[in-house]
């Protein structure tokens, strides 16, 4: 049997040892409000907001409920935190959310659990429209919330030099991320300055101050046909950069048909990205893998960051771009663990190590991963699994494995420069065929009374005459793990039922997985379900 190891399912609040490096400790969970000031119990203020309420009332209750995002902001700025902005599930917004200098919020949803969460829908994508904003905000939690049709989805903005230099949070759970996108002009997209992002950080005015935000966290969530998730540099759209990230969290969150650099870890210390699933469809002809897409994951100024148990899943590239790949580590990072992770079909790199003409990554660390038939599509000569640009950068290759393309010409470890990778270890690599690994889930959807079944379609291997009213074939369900939470799929995750279907009541991802024995489990495949329930 082929010996094959995979991190453990790691939460990025617990410490993660890894041989030769110190253990990190990542973003906890939101605090808990305060519940009593001295001897008096603390009742939060609670603003309901409804499609059909109206702002004359005060919006303590629910019959009470305001209609308008505008004056429940103004609610919220007149009461005490902590304060709580519920909004009716099944109910659309196309205003902005514009709230201002108020701490420990929590927005999140009331009404029928069987409805749709409510929309923040801005319906308008015109450069620089949010349609959240938080100005000189700290501690506010996001529950629940389908928010984007925008340029920003939620923008955070600190008001420099007046406003707080150091902030917490926001934390953004169980929420969808949509549709937040930036000019449809492909030359144009190839300019940073054309990428939506769903959620931005930056500042007002420039000025030498660094804004810091400590624990922001994104878990069980869904980003689906956005430009970029985050992004935290420099000046854009008339946001300036300076924001520095501390014990950042990502997790269990997955990123679907996101297309360009979607997660920056640039200015960042003491990160987390796990256990979360960046999926782009190649085989689509509508979107092939090349015509969007640059990096996943792009690195640079961090210390002490960790990528961990993470899908990675055809990842193209811009035009003329020397991308195309899963984790670029672009300059200036110091320590960051890249372990446990899965990535298949970059159609450029897997793992890009460019570190600018000094070579300025240092002391990384890449173990326990499985690269599977990385840069096999691309003709320039920076492909391969692992791409070394500019001479100088150190790090350690560790019991990783690695899938060749059918091309035996590509390369596994591509020196773009001569002796670029001069200064890494290379430690008990596996180095297999294709044909060791479980064949890909094939996953298609129905829309059936106001919910969507997921179907496991028989793969080729399987019996191609048995219909589906028959039933899918054992061979095409045989070792298909799923999840719905927005998590990559692991061994332990549920088994696809035998019917061969599961059915989704509000939008969704599904992810599936294969394990085989004796194989590397496959790559994992990933379907979006936009549920609307009948209201």
């Known amino acids: 049997m082929l010996g094959f190891i995979l991190f453990g399912v790691l939460s990025c609040c617990s410490s993660i040892p890894i ?41 303590t209750t629910a019959s009470t409920a305001v209609r308008s995002l505008a004056r429940a902001a103004a609610l919220l700025a007149s009461a005490p935190p902590p304060t709580s902005l519920l909004l009716r599930r099944g109910d659309t917004w196309t205003s902005e959310l514009a709230l201002t200098q108020l701490v420990n919020v929590t927005i999140t949803s009331y009404g029928s659990p069987s409805a749709s969460r409510p929309k923040l829908w801005r319906n308008n994508y015109t450069v620089g429209l949010s349609a959240v904003t938080l100005t000189d905000m700290s501690g506010v939690v996001i529950s629940g919330i389908d928010i984007g049709r925008a340029f920003f989805g939620i923008r955070v903005l600190f008001n420099e030099p007046t406003g707080p230099t150091a902030a917490t949070g926001p934390w953004v759970s169980d929420c969808v991320l949509r549709d937040v996108l930036g000019s449809e002009d492909r030359e144009c997209l190839q300019r940073t300055g054309c990428w939506a992002t769903a959620i931005h950080l930056g500042k007002t005015a420039a000025d030498a101050s660094v804004s810091t935000v400590k624990n922001l966290s994104i878990t069980n969530t869904v980003a689906v046909n956005c430009d970029a998730l985050i992004r935290n540099g420099a000046q854009y759209h008339g946001v300036v950069g300076g924001v520095q990230l501390e014990s950042m969290a990502i997790r269990e969150t997955t990123l679907h048909e996101c297309n360009y650099n979607t997660v920056e870890l640039i200015n960042n210390t003491n990160s987390c990205i796990a256990n979360c699933v960046f999926f782009r469809d190649g085989r689509s002809p509508t979107l092939p893998s090349f015509v969007a897409g640059t990096t996943d994951v792009i690195v640079g100024t961090v210390i002490g960051n960790a990528i961990l148990n ?132 094939n996953l298609t959807v129905a829309h059936v009374n106001g919910c969507a079944d997921v179907l496991l379609v028989p793969s080729i291997a399987a019996n191609a005459t048995e219909s589906r009213a028959a039933g899918v074939s054992a061979p095409a369900l045989a070792g298909v793990r799923y999840t719905t939470d927005g998590s990559a799929p692991t061994a332990t995750s549920p088994l696809f039922p035998d019917a061969g279907s599961v059915t989704l009541c509000r939008s969704g991802v599904l992810n599936a997985k294969r394990f085989g024995a004796e194989l590397i489990p496959s790559s994992t495949a990933s379907v979006w379900v936009d549920v609307q329930p009948q209201e």
């Open 19 to 59: 041989t030769g490096h110190a253990p990190l400790q990542h973003a906890p969970a939101p605090p808990a409000q305060p519940s009593h000031v001295g001897d008096v119990p603390l009742i939060p203020t609670a603003v309901f907001v409804s499609a059909d309420g109206n702002d004359a009332l005060n919006g």
């Open 310 to 441: 993470n899908e990675f899943a055809s990842r193209g590239e811009l035009g003329a771009a020397p991308d195309g790949c899963a984790i670029d580590f672009e300059t200036n990072a110091t320590g960051t663990q890249v372990a446990g992770n899965y990535i298949s079909d970059s159609y450029g790199a897997g793992v890009m190590v460019f570190g600018h003409a000094d070579g300025s990554n240092h002391e990384l660390l890449l173990a326990h991963n499985v690269f599977n038939r990385d840069g096999c599509g691309q003709v320039k000569g920076d492909h391969g699994a692992i791409a070394f640009v500019h001479p100088g950068s150190t790090g350690r290759l560790k019991g990783n494995t690695y899938v060749r393309c059918s091309n035996a010409s590509v390369p596994l470890f591509n020196d773009v420069e001569p002796n670029a990778s001069f200064y890494w270890e290379h430690i008990n690599d596996t180095v297999v065929a294709a044909g060791e690994v479980a064949q890909t889930p």
